[in-house]
T-cell receptor
Framework: SQQGEEDPQALSIQEGENATMNCSYK?????LQWYRQNSGRGLVHLIL?????REKHSGRLRVTLDTSKKSSSLLITASRAADTASYFC?????????????FGQGTILTVHP | GAGVSQSPSNKVTEKGKDVELRCDPI?????LYWYRQSLGQGLEFLIY????????KSGLPSDRFSAERTGGSVSTLTIQRTQQEDSAVYLC?????????????FGPGTRLLVL
């Protein structure tokens, strides 16, 4: 079953605009990871945020985590056409489930030039 | 350095045949994972190897699926008596393992089509 649920399922924006994607999950986590996927093939790791962290940045990416609401968001600032891809959040529950990522259904982002 | 590699990139087989999918993890990574991505089920965990420990097979969908990891490096995922519902992209990932080494790096995947 999919623990992570992304919102929205699809997002269409113009180049230069910001894109925000949200992820909700059901159980406690050790960490949450965001991935990008182009053309239905390999996943590219973007950011890992641990359960004791609230915000992380990487270049144009900003990830927040609210463990009280069991939710995370990924913000891409000043989007580019090359950011067009599917974005997935994945949770690692830790403990006996350590390393077993549970993925959401993903958000399809389209950035128009 | 080199990333995770998988072979073949694409595999077409007939229902009932066995297939083997190969994964070469990043050198030095002790943890290796297999996932499956299909239209109906999304991305699903299959199996997880960590060092010399017994693998976590809890995600394997049936006993037709098995995997091994030789010498702590290369892994092979075997699907016996393939069925049409096995058609999917099979993704392999590796990580350093342990605390601080949770980031999983994925290979390009093997696209399996069972006719």
């Amino acid at each position: 079953s999919q623990q992570g649920e992304e919102d929205p399922q699809a997002l269409s924006i113009q180049e230069g605009e910001n894109a925000t994607m949200n992820c909700s999950y059901k159980t406690s986590i050790n960490n949450l990871q965001w991935y990008r996927q182009n053309s239905g093939r390999g996943l590219v790791h973007l950011i890992l945020i641990r359960s004791n962290e609230r915000e992380k940045h990487s270049g144009r990416l900003r990830v927040t985590l609210d463990t009280s609401k069991k939710s995370s968001s990924l913000l891409i600032t000043a989007s580019r056409a090359a950011d067009t891809a599917s974005y997935f959040c994945a949770t690692d529950a830790g403990g006996t489930s350590y390393g077993k990522l549970t993925f959401g259904q993903g958000t399809i982002l389209t950035v128009h030039p | 350095g080199a990333g995770v590699s998988q072979s073949p990139s694409n595999k077409v087989t007939e229902k009932g045949k066995d297939v083997e999918l190969r994964c070469d993890p990043i050198s030095g990574h002790t943890a290796l994972y297999w996932y499956r991505q299909s239209l109906g089920q999304g991305l699903e965990f299959l199996i997880y190897f960590q060092g010399n420990s017994a693998p976590d097979k809890s995600g394997l969908p049936s006993d037709r699926f098995s995997a091994e990891r030789t010498g702590g490096s290369v892994s092979t995922l075997t699907i016996q008596r393939t069925q049409q519902e096995d058609s999917a992209v099979y993704l392999c990932a590796s990580s350093l393992g342990g605390a601080g080494g949770e980031t999983q790096y994925f290979g390009p995947g093997t696209r399996l089509l069972v006719l």
